[in-house]
């Protein structure tokens, strides 16, 4: 793979890493400071082994194929920084403690692997974080609780005053995150040639890409505005009838003003 860019002063060549042990999603963007991101490369290794190999083994094997069908073809291209996903340092949903040590082994060998064959020291970014800093718009007042009922008018009210913003608010608890982010890449990015299987449908494997994308615009944005800190500008709520409001309001991250708008037609709903 040959480097097409010449950087200098603020320019950089990103490499973002979504770590598994079944799939390592990878990404490459050329970042100039002032204009969007260049997506240089858009990929994943699945570092497949003999399956009776088990343990640290099996986690160093997986990292000699990482730097062999990666690493090694792209040492020459000229990567200035890394930034990895971290991963999750406590069991969750279908995980279990040996799980998660695991992935902590392997994110470890990886980072390591980056150093040694890029000579980069990688720095990294939390999911959360992630989607919250490449796709600001996405944090909104919550409109749903964890049971899926819309938030009664008292409770908007006072989370309009108090600038209570947060990542997927608008949508309901238990949405499917991957594909809103998914989404939201292909409008940003509509030329990415993703992967799909015999039934014309995207492969998981793509959402591996996608997320180590996520991470390096998050990194990007982070770089040129500083932490995220949003707040609410200016809101109004409008009683189109009884229990039923129209709900505006200026979401400002950064130097960027967001328009927003709910709809709560009950205030009986329990919170």
């Not at 000579?119 to 007042?141: C, N």
């Not at 992967?195 to 449908?201: F, L, P, Q, R, V």
């Not at 932490?227 to 809101?235: F, L, R």
Request: with cysteine; net charge neutral; charged share 25%.
């Amino acid at each position: 793979m040959e480097n097409n860019y010449t950087l200098t002063g603020t320019q950089n060549l990103i490499l973002g890493l979504d770590i598994s042990t079944a799939c390592i999603g990878i990404s490459i963007v050329y970042d100039d400071g002032v204009n969007e991101p260049e997506i240089v490369k858009i990929t994943h290794v699945v570092p497949k082994i003999d399956k009776k190999i088990k343990g640290i083994e099996a986690l160093i094997l997986r990292k000699k194929i990482f730097e062999q069908e990666f690493l090694e073809n792209i040492k020459n291209l000229g990567i200035t920084e890394c930034v990895i996903e971290s991963p999750l340092n406590y069991a969750t949903g279908n995980s279990n403690a040996q799980t998660v040590s695991q992935l902590l082994q392997f994110n470890a060998l990886l980072s390591e692997a980056v150093y040694n064959v890029l000579g980069i020291i990688p720095s990294y970014i939390s999911s959360y974080d992630a989607r919250m800093k490449s796709f600001p718009e996405l944090m909104s007042i919550r409109k749903f609780n964890k049971k899926a009922k819309i938030y009664p008018i008292t409770h908007i009210k006072k989370a309009l005053k108090d600038s209570h913003l947060v990542l997927f608010g608008s949508y309901p608890f238990d949405c499917d995150k991957k594909t809103i982010m998914m989404n939201l890449v292909c409008e940003k990015y509509p030329n990415i040639n993703w992967i799909y299987d015999k039934k014309g449908e995207l492969k998981k494997e793509n959402y591996d890409a996608c997320d180590s994308l996520i991470c390096v615009l998050a990194h990007i944005n982070e770089k040129r505005y500083g932490d995220i800190q949003p707040s609410i500008e200016d809101w109004n709520i409008n009683e189109i009838e009884k229990e039923h409001y129209v709900v505006k309001y200026k979401m400002k991250v950064w130097d960027k003003i967001y328009e927003k708008q709910l709809v709560i037609k009950s205030e009986t709903n329990d919170e």
